[in-house]
């Protein structure tokens, strides 16, 4: 079983960065891919990025691609998630996941465990 948590949300302006961090225990990190998904108020969960266990594949989602930029630490037992130029359409709560194999998944199926999320909220 893996623990995750989340952490780097919070309040910026349209055009700002954030970083988001997903610290990981319970499972050997460096043998699955990690996952960051988004879920906005009133919508379902979508996929923004992921990043292969080994780091050397990512997948990002056409909204996001660009301006996003997933990335992982194994020694840490820490992925990252970078966004430039923030768009107000960007707020959501922002998940970290866990997958069952190594690859860069891009479906929440694909996953077996999951943060309790960070707010990233973009204002106009």
């Known amino acids: 079983q893996v623990q995750l948590v989340e952490s780097g949300g919070g309040l910026v302006q349209a055009g700002g960065s954030l970083r988001l961090s997903c610290a990981a225990s319970g499972r050997t990190f460096s043998s699955y891919g990690m996952g960051w998904f988004r879920q906005a108020p009133g919508k379902e969960r979508e996929f923004v990025a992921a990043i292969s266990s080994s780091g050397s594949t990512t997948n990002y989602a056409d909204s996001v691609k660009g301006r996003f930029t997933i990335s992982r630490d194994n020694a840490k037992n820490t992925v990252y998630l970078q966004m430039n130029s923030l768009k107000p359409e960007d707020t959501a709560v922002y998940y970290c996941?866990?997958?069952?194999?190594?690859?860069?998944?891009?479906?929440?199926?694909?996953?077996?465990?999951w943060g309790q999320g960070t707010q990233v909220t973009v204002s106009s």
């Open positions: 996941a866990a997958g069952l194999f190594g690859a860069a998944l891009t479906r929440s199926s694909g996953y077996l465990g």
